[in-house]
């Protein structure tokens, strides 16, 4: 069973920035992707953004060029930063991780963007 540790959620004024960061105890050797997931109230679960063992990168059209995704394969990590948030940012953020094992999530960060 993978784990998966999220940090980095809090409350930010618009326009402000945050920090996600997501711990994996899965192997880097069997680890596919590892991204981001966001649900708000009352909204089904979306994809953020996410980053392959390749390096390629992925994003949502409402988080282009505010939100970068990367990875630290030494510590197994996976990182968001995102910047000039909106309040439509508001939501729990989970952290996902695709192995050869299967598919895992952390429990979620919220993220709360509000003056």
């Known amino acids: 069973q993978v784990q998966l540790v999220e940090s980095g959620g809090g409350l930010v004024q618009p326009g402000g920035s945050l920090r996600l960061a997501c711990a994996s105890s899965?192997?880097?050797?069997?680890?596919?992707?590892m991204g981001w997931y966001r649900q708000a109230p009352g909204e089904q679960r979306e994809l953020v953004a996410v980053i392959f063992r390749s390096g390629n990168t992925n994003y949502a059209d409402s988080v282009k060029g505010r939100f970068t995704i990367s990875r630290d394969n030494a510590k197994k990590s996976v990182y968001l930063q995102m910047n000039s948030l909106k309040p439509e940012d508001t939501a729990v953020y989970y952290c996902?991780?695709?192995?050869?094992?299967?598919?895992?999530w952390g429990k979620g960060t919220l993220v709360t963007v509000s003056s």
């Open positions: 996902n991780v695709w192995t050869t094992g299967g598919n895992f």
């Open positions: 899965a192997s880097i050797f069997s680890t596919n992707s």
